[in-house]
């Protein structure tokens, strides 16, 4: 295991093993998570063969032929800054977004507006203004988190989670937003639902969502 020291720019960090051909950046944050996902990318180390982003860690997966030299060379890169972090973010916002067309008729929407002070109308507002990204994906296939919403829209998770919620709903949840790629068991705030593809397997990448695409939401 290695461990950086800790600066108010340069947050601490471990990589661990990760069985022979990976390891793991453990983060304290998800900002931090997010800006190692960057560094990793930009640096495009010989061997890497996939960075699976979470909320906490990036597991970073490399060719067995040539681990050792790859773990060398990430052992070797140092945490990013928070200039580092906004630019990446600022070249990711240059991407041509996701567009997901959403009906807001959740319902929820009027208890969102109630916990947030906006209002029904200005959760869709806030929602529609932000520009989104996948921060990690997870819980089903082709579901995002995204992230880059207005403080003003987080808000907790309910009480009592839906035994189903349909397939398209557009929900909250803490600090994200996301799209339910199949009907199945949650416990976020619906706000909306669209009709919009989330995952298909005959389509390459099957995932309309993956980590680092912006994301934008507009009103049907």
Request: with cysteine; charged share 25%.
């Amino acid at each position: 295991m290695w461990t950086y020291a800790a600066s108010p720019k340069r947050p601490e960090m471990r990589l661990l093993p990760y069985g022979d051909a990976a390891v793991l950046v453990d983060c304290k944050t998800l900002t931090e998570a997010l800006g190692w996902r960057d560094a990793l990318a930009a640096a495009a180390v010989e061997g890497v063969e996939e960075l699976v982003p979470a909320a906490r860690t990036v597991l970073v997966r490399l060719r067995p032929e040539t681990a050792r030299a790859a773990k060398r060379s990430i052992a070797a890169l140092r945490p990013p800054q928070v200039s580092d972090r906004e630019e990446g973010m600022h070249r990711e916002a240059e991407r041509e977004p996701v567009t997901i067309s959403v009906s807001y008729d959740g319902p929820d929407l009027d208890e969102v507006g109630d916990l947030t002070g906006l209002g029904a109308d200005g959760v869709v507002a806030a929602h529609i203004e932000a520009m989104w990204r996948v921060a990690f994906c997870g819980f089903a296939p082709g579901f995002g988190y995204l992230v880059g919403g207005d403080e003003c829209l987080q808000v907790p998770r309910r009480r009592e989670p839906r035994a189903r919620v349909p397939a398209g709903a557009v929900g909250l949840a803490g600090e994200f937003s996301g799209v339910y790629p199949r009907e199945s068991p949650g416990g976020w705030q619906l706000i909306g639902r669209t009709d919009a593809v989330l995952w298909d397997t005959e389509r390459k990448p099957s995932a309309l969502l993956r980590p680092g695409v912006p994301v934008r939401f507009r009103p049907l």
